[in-house]
């Protein structure tokens, strides 16, 4: 059972466009919202994350929206550019009651082409 | 450079070989991680170690064994590799404690290829 469904699988978005990838999950449970950024060859990289008490994060060109109720959270790339081309991948933490370990759910990824 | 070093990076098997896939980390993590990524199926996890000397089973555990060796290191091993075993193996590390700094250190991966 997917934990985290993510769409599109793929995209391909002009530069200078706008990247949005979206995540929608089930587990109420679930406390930290990151996102990951990989290229190919390399591991995934922390690219900006969220608590579910925050509508929105922005860092840099790269925001988080999330929609508590709805269970939902997106990435939208601003002003994107042919270095962003890489796999995104939202994730979900949930950690056990009364433990500090966390175990992450990820998406099946998004592959982004941004085209010079 | 502090991170998470895996070995090998490549290795082609034959189907019933067994090998052990070498992940460490000199972050002073207490947590470590090892995931498999399959085309168009994410990154899902085999096994997990809260902390020295401690180990879990992720979502996709079977064929596969773990060893937390010290604070360090964390090796998965295939006993007997089956070609349903190909993929790019990720180690991970990460701190204990909350905040949006509760990020995953990914090591550069291991593409194991089973024939």
């Known amino acids: 059972q997917q934990q985290v469904k993510q769409s599109p699988q793929s995209l391909i978005v002009q530069k200078g466009g706008i990247s949005i990838i979206n995540c929608a999950y089930e587990?109420?449970?679930?406390?930290?919202f990151p996102w990951y950024q990989q290229f190919p060859g390399k591991g995934p990289a922390l690219l900006i994350a969220?608590?579910?008490?925050?509508s929105e994060k922005k860092e840099g060109r790269f925001t988080i929206s999330f929609n508590k109720s709805a269970k939902q959270f997106s990435l939208h790339i601003m002003d994107s550019q042919p270095g962003d081309s890489a796999t995104y991948f939202c994730?979900?933490?949930?950690?056990?009651?009364?433990?500090?370990?966390?175990?992450?759910?990820f998406g099946r990824g998004t592959q982004l082409t941004v085209w010079p | 450079n502090a991170g998470v070093t895996q070995t090998p990076k490549f290795q082609v098997l034959k189907t019933g070989q067994s090998m052990t896939l070498q992940c460490a980390q000199d972050?002073?993590?207490?947590?470590m991680y090892w995931y498999r990524q399959d085309p168009g199926m994410g990154l899902r996890l085999i096994y997990y170690?809260?902390?020295?000397?401690?180990?879990d089973k992720g979502e996709v555990p079977n064929g596969y064994n773990v060893s937390r060796l010290n604070k360090r290191e964390f090796s998965l091993r295939l006993e007997s590799a089956a070609p349903s075993q190909t993929s790019v193996y990720f180690c991970?590390?990460?701190?204990?404690?909350?905040?949006?700094?509760?990020?995953?250190?990914f090591g550069s991966g291991t593409r194991l290829t089973v024939v």
């Open positions: 170690s809260a902390s020295e000397g401690t180990t």
């Open positions: 972050m002073n993590h207490n947590s």
């Open positions: 991970a590390s990460t701190s204990k404690g909350g905040g949006l700094n509760y990020g995953y250190t």
């Open positions: 994730a979900a933490l949930f950690t056990n009651r009364g433990s500090t370990l966390g175990r992450l759910y």
């Open positions: 969220i608590r579910p008490d925050v």
């Open positions: 587990n109420t449970a679930f406390d930290y």
